[in-house]
């Protein structure tokens, strides 16, 4: 495939900082949901069921042909598909934006936190953030040897892609089937470089909640089948640094298109992946040795640095966006070693352990104490007076992707390049209708009023504009002969 | 990259000092902005970790 087609998904976590608040986590998600379609109009609610636990107005697609949505007690957004990296950044700090402004409109600002990351450091309980890349039916995604594969780049690439955490977790037996008490207790480690790495039992496996996988395999396109697969991955972690979200979404989608193109080396493939996955991440001292199914010892940035020289031999001068990713891919690489400070404003990971370094020699605290994982919550808080991150961007030291503008613009309008942009201009449609008829809106298409045929939206790269026009004008025509008809029955 | 529209522009900056250099492996107090961060750290309530109580998602 030459076009390329990125999405990502974003389950918020939510800290009510106000003791004397009355709303739970729940209520509030619920009330900001209802505030972004109700009071600040950024879309159009469902008005129909899309799951048992999804009813009507439990979420809805935005003017940017995003979704935002309640899932399992989570406040979810859902980029639209995006064409670019620049484009997938920019629409994924919109969602962000969103939120954020309804708590500031609901007068929240100083009760409520939205959390960017993925797990609850008291609970253990785990959220994600879903990668999605288009790639075509013919991709290898059938053969256990390719799900390998993309396992072993998948497992190395938190090196750089990590958000880092206080401490670790075993939530749950490394399988279903296994017993706990047999297990092991896991040794407590300071520092993590992932979020999600010890919550990933299985290589590849099709399930999103419970015993998940390195390398989802659920086989969901939401484009024409005959033609098309979307690989969405649940093992990455949210990223606060747009650089650091550029390249896990940048060197991921090259890693595909090597294997679709049979450029990929088997020689890549890990002994244990699970294992790998844990032990890099827990790795207090970042050697991050693991152990190739050929037997042979090498790191983890020695697997990334060769998968790098492979995507430089093969794909430079695809285009300026295949060659910027391997460029920064190059530099980051050659940077690890130098330490975390090298990577401030560029790796999550290394930047919070940066801070939370600084910060424990300065208190004089132990890796363990309680302020340091409210430090490790803050460091995701979107809202731009607290959350730590932030403070990177006020000197300079966040590695941008996009800016301020063009995150205000993607708030209300859809990416070009993309079907988004088609149904951006539908539900902009919907939203000024004085009466709006009965719709049903999906990724693949929608339906509207008492027309009975789906508009379909099967080819990704397309914008349907035009055709939904016609559309929405043929309905429009038949719903005025309908009006007519019942006159003449009645006449009858 | 390709741009499809003006306004989504890469936002230019010169690069940081670190990016260009061999990075030190201790902190380097007298980077700029370190004050801030510490202050920013400082404000947050110890204890709000225990009050964040999430579900599992997915």
């Known amino acids: 495939m030459r076009k390329r087609i990125y999405g990502i998904e974003t389950e918020y976590g939510l800290l009510i900082k106000d003791t004397e608040f009355k709303l739970d986590p729940a209520q509030v998600a619920d009330r900001l949901k209802d505030h972004i379609f109700r009071s600040s109009k950024a879309g159009v609610l469902d008005q129909h069921y899309r799951a048992n636990d999804e009813p009507p107005g439990n979420g809805g697609f935005l003017l940017n042909a995003g979704r935002i949505y309640l899932d399992m007690g989570h406040l979810e957004y859902a980029s639209p598909e995006c064409s670019t990296l620049t484009d997938l950044v920019t629409y994924d700090r919109a969602g962000d934006t969103l939120i954020q402004d309804a708590v500031d409109e609901l007068g929240w600002r100083d009760s409520i936190g939205i959390i960017k990351n993925n797990v609850d450091l008291e609970t253990n309980a785990t959220f994600g953030c879903h990668e999605n890349y288009l790639v075509s039916r013919g991709f290898p995604f059938d053969e256990k040897e390719s799900l390998k594969l993309l396992a072993a780049f998948l497992v190395t690439r938190q090196i750089y892609c990590g958000a880092g955490r206080i401490g670790g977790c075993d939530p749950h037996p490394l399988r279903d089937w296994e017993n706990p008490s047999a297990k092991e207790q896991e040794k407590q480690v300071d520092f993590q470089i992932s979020q999600r790495a010890d919550h990933i039992p299985n290589e590849s496996y099709r399930w999103v909640q419970y015993n998940r996988a390195i390398v989802n395999t659920k086989d969901e396109p939401l484009a024409d089948p005959s033609k098309y697969r979307r690989i969405h991955l649940l093992v990455g972690d949210s990223n606060m640094s747009e650089f650091a979200t550029a390249m896990k979404m940048g060197t991921t989608t090259l890693i595909l298109e090597l294997m679709e193109e049979g450029i990929a080396n088997p020689e890549w493939i890990l002994a244990e992946s699970v294992e790998a996955m844990r032990s890099i991440s827990r790795d207090q001292n970042f050697k991050w040795e693991v152990t190739l199914r050929n037997g042979r010892h090498t790191t983890a940035l020695e697997l990334q640095m060769d998968m790098m020289q492979t995507a430089k031999k093969h794909l430079t001068g695809k285009n300026q966006e295949t060659d910027w990713i391997i460029n920064e891919w190059a530099s980051l690489l050659n940077d690890i070693p130098k330490g975390p400070e090298a990577l401030i404003g560029r790796v999550d990971w290394a930047t919070k352990y940066w801070m939370l370094n600084d910060f424990r020699k300065e208190e004089n605290l132990d890796w363990h104490d309680p302020w340091l994982k409210s430090l490790d919550l803050e460091y995701h808080n979107i809202n731009k007076d607290s959350g730590l991150y932030w403070s990177l961007e006020g000197t300079g030291d966040a590695v941008r992707k996009t800016s301020d503008e063009a995150i205000d613009y993607a708030k209300t309008t859809a990416p070009r390049g993309t079907r988004a942009d088609g149904r951006g201009e539908f539900v902009k449609i919907l939203m000024n209708m004085n009466n709006k008829p009965l719709y049903l809106i999906d990724w693949i298409g929608f339906r509207f009023g008492k027309n009975e045929e789906p508009f379909l939206m099967l080819d990704p790269f397309s914008s349907y504009k035009n055709k939904i026009r016609d559309y929405l004008a043929e309905s429009e025509k038949n719903e005025a002969l309908r009006f007519k008809s019942p006159t003449k029955e009645s006449a009858s | ?58």
């Open chain 2, 1 to 58: 990259m390709v741009m499809n529209d003006p306004l989504r522009r890469e936002e230019k900056k010169d690069p940081t000092p670190d990016r260009k250099e061999s990075g030190p492996s201790s902190p380097n107090v007298e980077r700029p902005g370190r004050d801030d961060i510490l202050k920013r750290m400082k404000r947050v309530d110890p204890k709000q970790s225990e009050n964040y109580k999430q579900r599992t998602g997915q």
